[in-house]
């Protein structure tokens, strides 16, 4: 069904002077109006209670109780977005401050070793914001004089480095949720044909299959920028992820200079 402001915009050239008036207070004021009689809102609006009738009925309503519907409607989706926008500051603050908790937590040593050790490291991702992420973490490895392979999301990446992957190679999986059946049937598969990866997850926070399959995790939360039902793609920021690769990536180059010093 579409909404209050779809039908202004499609029927708009329709109405004259007097009603673009009309329909300008009630979408300004839908709270409001939406609590008055018709009666009460042409009292307020100094026009008669038909020419509120007709403005329904130029608009595609049925009547006024339609419209009344819909201004209710138009309100709770404000007050939704109202809600959102002021809640995410502090979410986002507490999602980063989840992540330097969790990061102070993580002892690092051994994944180190492994990486400074490696003949190959592989990135591996998901989907489009994980692929993101993957090259954000490839570039920040990069600027530490660590290479990096990302792989394209396709199973047949897994299968071909597989071939030729050495012992101690670590491959870096991303992913949203680490449940994604089809490739931990692969990661299964490749565990029991090739045991010279080692896995390294990197998931939402919470438990999940990738990270059960996994030598090493990494969790972050994720932080919805609207709780508005009719968005319900594209909402979730990633910041946390991105926190934690500067994280780690900082920690690993504090541990990389020592070690060669040490040398």
């Not at 994944?111 to 914001?129: E, V």
């Amino acid at each position: 069904m579409a909404n209050l402001k779809t039908m202004v915009y499609k029927n708009g050239n329709k109405l004259n002077d007097s009603e673009k008036q009309i329909v300008q207070f009630v979408l300004n004021n839908p709270k409001l109006c939406s609590s008055l009689s018709l009666s009460k809102l042409s009292k307020k609006l100094y026009v008669s209670e038909s020419a509120i009738f007709r403005l329904c009925k130029k608009l595609g309503l049925s009547g006024y109780s339609e419209l009344k519907f819909n201004l209710e409607e138009l309100a709770r989706q404000e007050e939704r977005n109202i809600t959102a926008k002021n809640n995410f500051p502090e979410e986002l603050a507490s999602g980063i401050n989840e992540v330097q908790k969790y990061f102070k937590s993580l002892d690092l040593n051994k994944l180190f070793q492994d990486i400074s050790k490696a003949n190959n490291i592989y990135i591996y991702s998901t989907g489009w914001q994980q692929e993101l992420i993957a090259q954000y973490l490839s570039h920040e490895l990069f600027m530490i004089g660590q290479h990096t392979t990302v792989l394209p999301s396709a199973i047949d990446e897994l299968r071909t480095i597989s071939r030729y992957a050495k012992n101690g190679d670590l491959l870096f999986i991303i992913s949203y949720s680490g449940d994604n059946a089809l490739i931990n049937n692969e990661l299964v598969k490749l565990e029991l044909t090739n045991d010279k990866f080692k896995y390294v997850s990197f998931t939402n926070l919470k438990q999940n299959k990738l990270a059960l399959l996994a030598e090493y995790n990494f969790y972050y939360p994720t932080i919805v920028f609207s709780k508005d039902s009719e968005y319900t793609d594209g909402k979730v920021a990633f910041t946390p992820a991105y926190y934690l690769i500067d994280l780690f990536i900082s920690e690993y180059f504090t541990w990389k200079k020592n070690y060669e010093e040490g040398e």
